[in-house]
């Protein structure tokens, strides 16, 4: 029989293999191929215009160094049954199926209370019915119920296969070069010990640079400003319009009189067109406060952004209401939702949280923050956290 063989050239790791049959058809299912309307970064290409690459872009990154990690951990002599190894990759390709639209800017406004882990699962168990129970060991290894924890790590950690395409690809296409890591050394370095994921000693400085990448990416990137501000303004838009019900086309607009109702095929039928095609639809809506958001994001004339190391003063947030409520006449409730404050937080590396484990050569185990003269240590224990102020310029 003739073996399933196909290739996808990605710009960030050259030509991808697909060579599972299996693999290739969930690819190709519409749950799947949604992804290729969700942007992976949201609002950030109002930054970085480079920035508008797809949720299946990422997904397929993941894939592609699953694939050459579980290679690499059969060569160094770890047992990893074929059957495994399809599941492990089925499993990461799968992993973030269930972002909605501009995926964690609107994560809680349209799909209420569930994370985007429990709708990938919702999702991956809708698969497996359909593909008759072949996705069952991809389902155990996503909710770390397999024996093998190390499969489940390599998906969810500190230092996932998740993690290291992001950062990568993210770097890749805003252009910031802070972020670069060296995923292939890292993965170099990876193996399992105990059945845990570990790092060998010649690793640490790649997973240092890693970490403090990271850390850069997300002040610089992720919790850029203008980005800020772009995505509440866009969670703003949405929460008016299912507070003054503002009518706008199906699927959406179902979906947004119907919060309590969300079936996986309605989830599936929403993606970034709908919602901007609605915000456009709003530019010339009755209610100020809906009509400015909209007209705002589509201009790109977004609120401004302040930033602090302390709460917002409260004489701060009373000026520029004041400002507001004058040049744009504004009511006292409509100034709520263009003048507010919030916070970013963002950690280096949990001290608690499935740790990053180096193997040293004698076979002694320790916290990548134990080390000699570790880089990662005490000092960037904690939350980094930032307040800050958005009003109108």
């Known amino acids: 029989m003739k073996k399933f063989h196909k290739i996808i050239n990605d710009p960030v790791y050259g030509f991808i293999t ?45 894939y592609h160094l699953m694939r050459i990690t579980l290679q690499e951990l059969i060569n160094k002599g770890i047992d990893i049954s074929i059957k495994e190894q399809q599941s492990a990759k089925i499993a990461i390709l799968l992993h973030d199926i269930g972002h909605g639209p501009f995926s964690h800017a ?12 429990e709708l990938s699962l919702m999702m991956m168990t809708s698969l497996n019915e359909q593909f008759q ?20 790590q390599l998906i969810s950690g500190q230092l996932d296969l998740d993690r290291m395409d992001y ?19 890292i993965i170099k370095m990876l193996t399992v010990h105990n059945g845990e994921l570990v790092v060998e000693e010649k690793g640490i400085y790649s997973l240092e640079k890693f970490l403090i990448a ?72 009755d209610d100020k406060v809906l009509s400015f958001l909209c007209n705002a994001i589509i201009d790109r004339q977004l609120l401004k952004v302040r930033y602090f190391t302390e709460p917002v003063d409260q004489k701060l947030i009373e000026e520029k209401r004041d400002l507001a409520k004058i040049n ?22 949990d001290f608690e949280k499935d740790p990053i484990t180096i193997l040293y050569k004698d076979g002694t185990l320790k ?20 307040y800050y102020i958005c009003y109108p310029k």
């Not at 609107?106 to 569930?114: I, N, P």
């Open 106 to 117: 609107l994560e809680h406004s349209l799909a209420g209370k569930l994370h985007h882990e």
């Open 214 to 285: 990271r850390r850069l990416m997300y002040w610089q990137v992720y919790f850029h400003k203008t980005v800020v501000s772009a995505e509440q303004m866009l969670q703003r838009i949405i929460k008016r319009a299912k507070e003054i019900k503002a009518s706008c086309a199906e699927p959406l607009h179902s979906f947004l009189n119907n919060e309590n109702v969300i079936s996986i095929e309605q989830f599936c039928k929403i993606d970034d067109f709908d919602v901007l095609m609605a915000i456009k639809s709003w530019c010339n809506h």
């Open 133 to 152: 129970g072949q996705l069952q060991m991809a389902l155990d290894i996503f909710t770390n119920k397999y024996p093998k924890k190390f499969l489940h």
């Open 167 to 185: 950062l990568t690809r993210d770097c890749f296409f805003t252009g910031v070069n802070e972020g670069l890591i060296g995923y292939d050394r």
């Open 18 to 62: 697909i060579d599972d049959e299996l693999i290739h058809q969930i690819i190709q299912h519409p749950y799947y191929q949604r992804l290729r309307r969700i942007h992976q970064m949201a609002l950030a290409h109002l930054v970085y215009p480079g920035a508008v690459h797809s949720r299946l872009h990422h997904s397929l990154g993941a």
């Open 328 to 349: 744009h006449h504004l009511s006292e409730k409509e100034l709520d939702w263009l003048v507010f404050v919030g916070e970013a937080s963002s950690r280096t590396y």
């Open 367 to 386: 916290d990548i923050a134990l080390v000699d003269n570790a880089l990662i240590n005490q000092n960037l224990n904690g939350v980094v956290k930032k």
